[in-house]
């Protein structure tokens, strides 16, 4: 059984940065696709960046130049540095990854951007 498990949330101010990691494990595989999603209450819940195995790289238009992903395929890690925050970028953020035909979910890590 895959288990994806985030790490880094938190309290950020305005204009910080933070990272983000996720670790994928649980056995023999080859992971596809790797990414991070985020929901606002109230909003719907948005892809904020992802990333292939062959560093495919994909980020919503709201963190392009902000938000920097990256991946090491030895570690079924990934990261997400996030840079010049604002309080807009609140929310829970979600990591995935795919492993043939199936996605596999972290817990959820909560991002609060405030002074």
């Known amino acids: 059984q895959v288990q994806v498990v985030e790490s880094g949330g938190g309290l950020v101010q305005p204009g910080g940065s933070h990272t983000l990691s996720c670790a994928a494990s649980g056995g023999m595989f080859s992971i596809g696709a790797m990414g991070w999603y985020r929901q606002a209450p109230g909003n719907q819940r948005e892809l904020v960046a992802r990333i292939t195995r062959t560093s495919v790289i994909n980020y919503a238009d709201s963190v392009k130049g902000r938000f920097t992903i990256s991946r090491d395929n030895a570690k079924n890690t990934v990261t997400l540095q996030m840079n010049s925050l604002k309080p807009e970028d609140t929310a829970v953020y979600s990591c995935?990854?795919?492993?043939?035909?199936?996605?596999?979910w972290g817990q959820g890590t909560q991002i609060t951007v405030s002074s």
């Open positions: 995935y990854a795919d492993v043939a035909v199936k996605r596999y």
